[in-house]
T-cell receptor
Framework: EAGVTQFPSHSVIEKGQTVTLRCDPI?????LYWYRRVMGKEIKFLLH??????QDESGMPNNRFLAERTGGTYSTLKVQPAELEDSGVYFC????WGRGNEQFFGPGTRLTVL | AQKITQTQPGMFVQEKEAVTLDCTYD???????LFWYKQPSSGEMIFLIY??????QNATEGRYSLNFQKARKSANLVISASQLGDSAMYFC??????????????FGIGTKLQVIP
């Protein structure tokens, strides 16, 4: 069974540009999460989808970040316009329906904003 | 207030020896879960071990065990017989369930473990 995949693995962009990160969860997993780790800090929750609906987006830093999950399959996280402080590793995780299930993480996308 | 505290930014351990990575947590929930993840230099997050708040016995997975002390709100990870491949960042995390029945996971800042040959 394929795990959670993320694309790209690395992205280097200039301040003010737009970047779109993609996450493909494990097939059949209704729950999809986005996290971010800024260098030297803890991994922080960004948002949670249940199928195509945003269940919790309390961790989104500001309105420059837009996440979508059309059709309840893959998800995209767009940063527009990117700022220097957006640099970090963006992780996606998925879990099957139900409470209390382990979250399976993708390999992350390392975003560098210059 | 921090929900997950990992006070050891870096740890060294001699190969084949045991090491304990500390983690304390803060929650008012009765039902919660505690995880440890490993992040090697390649960047992926690898699930290691899980402890439910109602589990009476400490969780064990191979060379990993979780020393769960509920009253002290600590969930330390013990790695026995350290191997060179254990060198990585280790994250402690807590899962709480919100009023809607969905889980939210909070991570600690991580501990970087270096295994010395």
């Amino acid at each position: 069974e394929a795990g959670v995949t993320q694309f790209p693995s690395h992205s280097v962009i200039e301040k003010g540009q737009t970047v779109t990160l993609r996450c493909d969860p494990i097939s059949g997993h209704d729950n999809l999460y986005w996290y971010r780790r800024v260098m030297g800090k803890e991994i922080k929750f960004l948002l949670h989808f249940v199928k195509e609906s945003k269940q919790d987006e309390s961790g989104m830093p500001n309105n420059r970040f837009l996440a979508e999950r059309t059709g309840g399959t893959y998800s995209t996280l767009k940063v527009q316009p990117a700022e220097l402080e957006d640099s970090g590793v963006y992780f996606c995780a998925s879990s099957p329906w139900g409470r209390g299930n382990e979250q399976f993480f993708g390999p992350g996308t390392r975003l560098t904003v210059l | 207030a921090q929900k997950i505290t990992q006070t050891q930014p870096g740890m060294f351990v001699q190969e084949k020896e045991a090491v304990t990575l500390d983690c304390t947590y803060d929650t008012s929930d009765q039902s919660y879960g505690l995880f440890w993840y490993k992040q090697p230099s390649s960047g992926e997050m690898i699930f290691l071990i899980y402890q439910g708040s109602y589990d009476e016995q400490n969780a064990t997975e191979g060379r990993y065990s979780l020393n769960f002390q509920k009253a002290r709100k600590s969930a330390n990870l013990v790695i026995s017989a350290s191997q060179l491949g254990d060198s990585a960042m280790y994250f402690c995390a807590m899962r709480e369930v919100n009023s809607g029945g969905y889980q939210k996971v909070t991570f600690g800042i991580g501990t970087k473990l270096q295994v010395i040959p």
